[in-house]
């Protein structure tokens, strides 16, 4: 077996006499790199490349470091599990949650201490390699609960699950649809359910949706797992639904089963429902705590949440930090993903 190659990290910075820097000490620690000179550089190279890990300034001509934090969470969620961490002469801790909220994982603060900046980037890819870890094995037992329903009654125990659940064939043909998929195409708000095939209801979401399945659908047939996120949006408000496509390679232990993909859908913000007693248990959450989080699940921004509990947004980011902690969560996406998964969203209707 072929040895993984290093970690790459993508340096964007505009002084060149830095980036050279940082380029240096980071190929001297056994990383690869790429770099770019501002954020728009930026989001060419990721036509080409797929980081494991940005590095990235925030006061940069042009696409500054926020813009290109943005444009990566809403243009490339293949890299959503990507660690993203600044680089920053700021030393306001508004700037700090500021970034935190829209995604970012950490700071450093210049002139760069190298061993710190080192000792970051390690302690961030050792996070995601656990997280890849812990994630390729619930894909595994996603694989043996799916890939053996064979049409019959076992399917219908999805109908009990409030997320939508999709179960196409080896050629994208819809082979079951649980009964909130079934509801959300009956909607039409986010998804299409016509002619054995699932599609976006917003034709801008349509090709980003379609293209997600085409890919895990050859990774299926290649035998590989593999998991997309995209989202889905409506024209008519600003509700949107995650989708979370998975390959289903074909199981030796079900001889009669092909390789499949399996589409799952978050439901609408305003119709998420979490139970704040079985989150403070699942997590060790305090009741503000479980409050902030079943918030932030509902699809409420913390601007709002501090709002509702009379707070400050400072206290909020407090909050928020705690939470991260306890559930080991770096982003807002990731926390609330963690939040509507952890207790399997039971439809109890």
Known sequence: ????????????????????????????????????????????????VAPDLVLCDITMPGLDGYGLLA???????????????????????????EGKLMGADDYLVKPVDYDLMLATIAARL???????????????RLRDALSGLSGGGAERALDLVA??????????????????????????????LHGGRIGAAETACDHGLRQAMEDAREAAQTGADRVIGTVLENADDARTVSALVCALPHDPAYPSAEH???????????????????????????????????????????????EELGVSQTTIAFHMRNLFEKTGTNRQIDLVALILAGPMMIDTV
């Open 1 to 48: 077996m072929s040895k993984a190659p290093p970690p790459l990290i993508l340096v964007v910075e505009d002084e060149a006499a830095l980036r050279g820097d940082i380029v240096e000490e980071l190929q001297e620690a056994g990383y690869r790199t790429a770099a770019a000179p501002d954020g728009h550089a930026a989001l060419a190279l990721l036509a080409d």
């Open 260 to 306: 499949r993909v399996a589409v799952f859908l978050s439901p609408p913000a305003r119709e998420r429902r979490v139970s704040e007693p079985l989150l403070m248990d699942l997590f060790g959450l305090t009741p503000t705590e479980t409050r902030v989080a079943a918030a932030l699940a509902a699809g409420a921004r913390p601007a709002t949440i501090a």
């Open 126 to 140: 050792r996070q995601v390699a656990r997280i890849r870890q812990s994630h390729g094995g619930e894909v595994a």
């Open 163 to 192: 997320l939508g659940i999709v179960l196409l064939d080896g050629r994208g043909r819809v082979l079951h649809a649980n009964r909130a998929a079934r509801a959300m195409a009956g909607a039409g708000d986010f998804i299409t």
């Open 71 to 97: 444009t990566l969470r809403e243009r490339h969620p293949d890299l959503a599990e990507v660690p993203f961490v600044f680089l920053t002469a700021l030393s306001d801790p508004r700037d700090v949650v």
